[in-house]
Structures are given as structure tokens and as C-alpha cells.
């Protein structure tokens, strides 16, 4: 797994690329929490996620209630079929906007 992040604006942008599993998740978080010290919004490109097992979808959800408790938003980008059908399931979908490119993730959060 890998993670890029950039300040843009109040934004976070975070692109993940790999598995999110129970051993990268741990990693995950720590680098989008201490991104988050300096925006309020996120964006988090998953369009080259393959994988997301239940201790990713509970590091969405910890970012998710970071986030909103500085009155921002989360929105996911690129979320492939699989991965939104299991969010679907889970009622995590719920949470967060989700968005098919970087450009209407932006628009979401603007």
C-alpha cells in the first residue's frame, strides 16, 4: 500500500494505492490523521485500491469522525464496485460522498 497526500486549499488529498487490509490500515491512518492537522476537507482517491477489509472500512470511519468534527466532509473518489457494494452492505456508504473523478471529489467539498 502506498499514500500521497497534498495540501490544496482547506483540502486533503490522499491517493491510496494497494490493499487496505489489518496490516496497512494501522499505517493508513496514522499518515491521513497527521495530514489532517492542516485541512479541514478530504478527498481520498481510491481509484487504485484493490482491497478494503473491515480494518479499512473502520479507518474510513475514524477519518470520516475526525473530519466531521471540524465540519468537513469526506469524499471518496474512484470507489471501485466491490468496495461500494461492501460499504453498500456495511451501511458505511452512508457516511461519506462518493465521487467518479478527482475533479467532482473537489466540487464535493467545495
Do not use: C, W
Not at 6 to 14: P, Q, T
Amino acid at each position: 500500500m502506498d499514500i500521497v497526500t497534498k495540501v490544496e486549499g482547506a483540502n486533503i488529498i490522499a491517493v491510496i494505492s494497494g490493499e487496505i487490509d489489518g496490516k496497512t490500515a494501522p499505517t493508513a491512518q496514522a499518515k491521513l490523521l497527521d495530514a489532517l492537522q492542516v485541512g479541514a476537507g478530504l478527498l481520498v482517491d481510491m481509484q487504485e485500491v484493490s482491497y478494503l477489509s473491515s480494518a479499512g472500512l473502520r479507518m474510513l470511519l475514524l477519518l470520516y469522525r475526525q473530519v466531521a468534527a471540524k465540519k468537513g466532509r469526506v469524499v471518496l473518489v474512484g470507489v471501485s464496485d466491490e468496495i461500494r457494494d461492501t460499504m453498500s452492505m456495511t451501511g458505511f456508504i452512508k457516511f461519506f460522498t462518493l465521487a467518479d473523478s478527482r475533479e467532482a471529489g473537489l466540487a464535493a467539498l467545495a
